[in-house]
Structures are given as C-alpha cells and as structure tokens.
C-alpha cells in the first residue's frame, strides 16, 4: 500500500506543472486524497482535497482558480494541475490520504 508522487520541476513563474499521485494497493476512487505542500522552514500546508463522494475538489484559497485536483480511476491516479505559478508556490508536494498514508513528496521550484 503506497502512493508514489511525480511531475515536480523547476519553471519560471507563470508556468504550469502537472503533479500525479499513484495509489497502489488500494482504489483512490473510494478514498478521499489530499494534497499538501511543504515549503522550506514553514509548516506543511494543505492545497486541496478530492473525496470518494465525487463531490466538488475543495482547494486552499492561495491557489484557487489556479490549480485543478481531478482523479483516474482507470489508472488508479489523482492529479493536481498547476497553472499560473507563482514563487510562493515552491515547495515540497505530497498526496495523502485521509488515514494519513503519504508519498515521499514531488519537488516543486518556481524560479526566473
């Protein structure tokens, strides 16, 4: 049981990057996935959540409008799409589930 993160890269600011996050060992379509980010010296900061309700994704208002949470259940895969990136966004991210099941993190750097 595991969740592998990728997509992390480094781009300039007002660019886009699309992070996926792999379940294996379970179906995410019956879980709710968050996904966090950690930038250097601060806290871990939640950025939005996708729930098995198939409810509306809810996402943190520092990023709302400009990053999208969507889920494949066919590839068992949640996504976060990042568009309009800005410095602040540069951080560690990492999909999680509700029960606390996290991946190692994809490295995020939005850089001129």
């Known amino acids: 049981v595991q969740l592998v993160e990728s997509g992390g890269d480094r781009v300039q600011p007002g660019g886009s990057l699309r992070l996926s996050c792999v379940a294996s060992g379970f179906p995410v379509r019956t879980h709710t996935i968050n996904w966090v980010r950690q930038a250097p010296g601060q806290l871990l900061e939640w950025v939005s959540q996708?729930?098995?309700?198939?409810?509306?994704?809810t996402y943190a208002e520092s990023v709302r409008g400009r990053f999208t949470t969507s889920r494949d259940n066919t590839k068992n895969t949640v996504y976060l799409e990042m568009n309009n990136l800005k410095v602040e966004d540069t951080a560690v991210y990492y999909c999680?589930?509700?029960?606390?099941?996290r991946g190692q993190g994809t490295q995020v750097t939005v850089s001129s």
């Open positions: 999680e589930t509700s029960r606390g099941l």
């Open positions: 996708i729930n098995a309700a198939d409810e509306p994704p």
